[in-house]
C-alpha cells in the first residue's frame, strides 16, 4: 500500500511539473511570435527636440487615435535627409512615452 501511495504520489507530481513545463513553453512561445512580429514591423524613426529614436509602427499605433495615428496616416512626411519624423518636444520625457506604448505601462 506504502508503495502504491508513493508511486502515485509521483505520478501526480510528474503530471504536474508537465502542465507547468506546456503552460511555460506556450507562454513563451507567445513571446517569441511578439518579438517576431515586431522585428518585423516597419522601423520609424522620430527626431524628438533634437535627440534621434527609433520604434516601430506597431508600437506608435498600439493606441488608436493617437497623435502618432494621425501622423503616420501619411499626412506628414519624414524629413527627407535624415528619413525622421520631426516633433518640436522635451525628449526626456519621450522614453516614458514610447514606455507605455510598448507595454502599457509606464
Not at 46 to 70: P, V, Y
Amino acid at each position: 500500500q506504502t508503495f502504491i501511495t508513493e508511486l502515485t504520489r509521483i505520478q501526480d507530481s510528474a503530471q504536474h511539473q508537465f502542465e507547468e513545463f506546456k503552460r511555460s513553453k506556450a507562454t513563451q512561445q507567445l513571446k517569441v511570435r511578439k518579438c517576431a512580429d515586431v522585428c518585423l514591423s516597419k522601423q520609424i524613426k522620430l527626431d524628438i527636440g533634437g535627440t534621434l529614436f527609433k520604434t516601430t509602427e506597431e508600437t506608435l499605433l498600439s493606441q488608436k487615435d493617437t497623435f502618432f495615428t494621425a501622423m503616420l496616416s501619411g499626412s506628414w512626411e519624414p524629413d527627407p535627409d535624415t528619413g525622421a519624423y520631426f516633433i518640436d518636444r522635451n525628449a526626456d520625457k519621450f522614453g516614458s512615452i514610447l514606455e507605455y506604448l510598448r507595454n502599457g505601462e509606464v
